[in-house]
């Protein structure tokens, strides 16, 4: 019997399509993501490579002499402090979506997932302490403070519709409060030196941007390069990089360049003009009048919506389908020992961290 090739990668095609517009793509990924480095990392034939691929160096280097600019992390550090900031970006800008005009928009509203954050983080340290007050393991009070935002989410995608819009919205408002409240956490008890000069440096940075927000400057350049720097400037704060993202959101411009109405006239104009233009028999590609209609009725769309929208819509599936597996890949690689390593309530760390947790 013969096979239809054709028809079915065609079907393997929709097929595909269909899954990644699910809901619960991201999630189920997420997973399979996570057992593929567990098995890396455990396997004999493979966990040296992959422990040996995540401390391996890559850099960038602009420049020569004392004037050259070097740039140095790990593959480990790269993900963490560099992609992870993409990921933040976005959760930032669907949080401030919310936060303008959705379920965080008023006062209320907004404030039960920060408390809720907050009783999340002083709890469990509260809870770590109680169990290890005056002996060599009270210093780790932070270990239970957190939750991982990206595989809370993870995790939560999976359910689907099932999942009400208001409690996503809710718990994601929550990881994200929890998460930044852990990155304070560790820059002021756990992280190196702080260097206020950059921080300096990133305030200043921030009000130019905030400035070019408020005078209605809308071209993505303007905020795409200073983005860098703040990266870069976080990135020798000793503060966790990471937040530079979710500073950027917050200053993202939300408003759209062009007002409903004249997108409307725009558009109106636009389809006269293309309908004026029209020959029959000439396909769009082969008439120069339509085909700029055409462009004009897709820059005036562009327009209407904010840059804020625009980016979210953008990034959501490089961050779900490229990011999150690969952050997934990079930090799931625990190392699992014998059983009697794995016995956490040999000493009070293993009951505080649980019992916190």
């Keep these: 019997m013969a096979i239809d090739f054709k028809s079915a990668g065609s079907r393997l095609a929709r097929r595909g399509l269909h899954f990644i517009a699910s809901p619960w793509a991201g999630g189920v990924i997420l997973i399979v993501f996570v057992a593929i480095a567990m098995l890396l990392a455990n396997l004999p034939q493979t966990k040296e490579l992959y422990h040996h691929i995540l401390t391996t160096d890559m850099g960038l280097f602009i420049g020569e002499g004392d ?10 550090k790269f993900i963490n402090d560099g992609l992870m900031v993409v990921f933040f970006f976005v959760v930032g800008l669907e949080i401030k979506r919310e936060i303008i005009a959705g379920q965080l928009s008023s006062i209320r509203q907004a404030s039960l997932p920060i408390v809720a954050a907050l009783g999340g983080m002083i709890a469990p340290a509260l809870i770590f302490t109680l169990f290890n007050h ?34 996503k919205v809710f718990l994601t408002a929550l990881a994200i409060a929890d998460d930044l409240g852990a990155i304070v956490v560790i820059a002021l008890f756990y ?83 293309f309908k004026f233009h029209d020959k029959p028999g000439v396909e769009v590609m082969s008439n120069e009048e339509q085909h700029f209609a055409l462009l004009k009725v897709r820059a005036s769309a562009n327009d209407a919506i904010g840059m804020s929208q625009r980016m979210e819509h953008l990034l959501n599936p490089y961050v779900t389908f490229l990011i999150m597996p690969i952050f997934a890949l990079a930090n799931a690689g625990v190392e699992i020992g014998s059983v009697s390593e794995l016995n956490i309530f040999s000493s009070t760390l293993g009951w505080g961290v649980f019992f916190g947790l």
């Excluded at 004037?67 to 480990?76: H, I, M, N, P, Y």
């Excluded at 939750?147 to 999942?163: E, K, M, P, Y």
């Excluded at 950027?248 to 109106?268: E, G, Q």
Aim: with cysteine.
């Design 134 to 167: 005056g002996t060599q393991y009270a210093g780790g009070w932070g270990i239970p403070t957190a939750t991982d935002i990206a595989f809370a989410i993870g995790i939560l995608s999976i359910l689907g519709n099932r999942v009400p819009v208001a409690l």
């Design 67 to 76: 004037r050259r600019f070097a740039l140095t992390l790990d593959v480990e």
């Design 191 to 273: 992280g190196g030196t702080i260097d206020w000069v950059c921080l300096g440096l990133i305030a200043v940075i921030m009000g130019v941007l905030y400035l070019f927000n408020r005078a209605g400057i809308y071209k993505v350049r303007y905020y795409l390069i200073p983005a860098f720097v703040v990266w870069y400037l976080f990135y020798n704060s000793g503060v966790h990089a990471t937040i530079a993202g979710v500073l950027m959101a917050m200053i993202i411009p939300y408003k759209p360049h062009l007002k409903k109405k004249f997108f409307l006239h725009d558009v109106k104009y636009y389809i006269e003009d």
